[in-house]
């Protein structure tokens, strides 16, 4: 079965330090792997996806996400944080068509 | 593109009554939609995946005759709560596969609340 696991349910970082937020996966065959973002009250938002090709993935406002088979991970980072980062954030594995596999989430919080 | 809308926003509703949410995508066809559901700070649970013109598929748990599904057009599906009780009481999202069939297009949520 296709699973993914945030091993972290809070992250808390000062605003323009360094910020990672962590993603395993447990995937038969070749990975495809995606986060996504979510604020108070509001549905979730794409942030990047990888499908094949390089292992560093670039994707909205700024953040980046690592592909690691050797250690199969996908963390998400950003080199300098900001305070609208703060969010709710998942890590998410494609099921069947259309249908994905979520993460338990990470909330992120990023401190002035 | 790939917009995908919710309504209402939030439904306060009183024990016993039914209420009915809906989920359009804006721009594009989706003859498969996705209904989650959300507790404070946890992950999304995946309810049923409604199929245009034919009857939902309901994951292991859900209640079908409680939550009803309809999807009657290319972009449109409704789930209807019935007889809300207090525990239905949750933020409830809905999602439209993409073209390629692995990226998936969330709603803004509906935060129902039953009184």
């Known amino acids: 079965a296709q699973s993914v696991a945030q091993p972290e349910d809070q992250v808390n970082v000062a605003e323009g330090n360094p910020l990672t937020v962590k993603c395993t996966y447990s995937v038969s065959g070749n990975p495809y792997l995606f986060w996504y973002v979510q604020y108070p009250n509001r549905g979730l938002q794409f942030l990047l996806k990888?499908?094949?090709?390089?292992?560093l993935v670039k994707g909205s406002y700024g953040f980046e996400a690592e592909f690691n088979k050797s250690q199969t991970s996908f963390h998400l980072k950003k080199p300098s944080a900001l305070v609208s980062d703060s969010a709710l954030y998942f890590c998410a594995v494609p099921r069947t068509r259309g249908k994905s596999t979520f993460g338990d989430g990470t909330t992120l919080t990023v401190k002035p | 593109g790939a917009v995908v809308s919710q309504h209402p926003s939030w439904v306060i509703c009183k024990s016993g009554t039914s209420v009915k949410i809906e989920c359009r995508s804006l721009d594009f066809q989706a003859t498969t939609m996705f209904w989650y559901r959300q507790f404070p700070k946890q992950s999304l649970m995946l309810m049923a995946t409604?199929?245009?013109?034919?009857?939902?598929?309901?994951e292991q748990g859900v209640e079908k005759d409680k939550f009803l599904i309809n999807h009657a057009s290319l972009t449109l599906s409704t789930l209807t709560v019935t007889s809300a009780h207090p525990e239905d009481s949750s933020f409830y999202i809905c999602s439209a596969g993409g073209p390629s069939g692995y990226e998936q297009y969330f709603g803004p949520g509906t935060r129902l609340t039953v009184t």
């Open positions: 409604s199929n245009e013109g034919s009857k939902a598929t309901y």
């Open positions: 990888y499908i094949t090709g390089d292992n």
